[in-house]
């Protein structure tokens, strides 16, 4: 049985499957429910600093994922979502007066 990714608990028990016929868990502690080796996993604040960090060294995307350990596709999002929230500096051509 795995243990409980909120509490740590290993008080889980089965509790069906969900729609990819992967065994379903419950925590009898925290009742939390969860599948074992989940695709999402919350990413922590000191995990997204060092991401930022290797950004700014222009690290590849998948260099990052291959040393953090994060997914692929949830780096591309946080990239994406990174970028969008910053201001867009527009590229406006300079008028030269002509005299
Ligand atoms: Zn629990």
Redesign the pocket.
Known sequence: MPI?P????D??IKNGHIHTAKPKFA?K????QFVENPVWKPISAETKVLINKLLLERVSLAGIVRVIGVSAQWLQDYVNAKYAAQPQVADIPVQKNAS
Do not use: A, L, P
Request: charged share 35%; aromatic share 0%; with cysteine.
């Open positions: 409980c909120r509490c740590g608990s008080h889980v925590c502690d925290c009742r939390r």
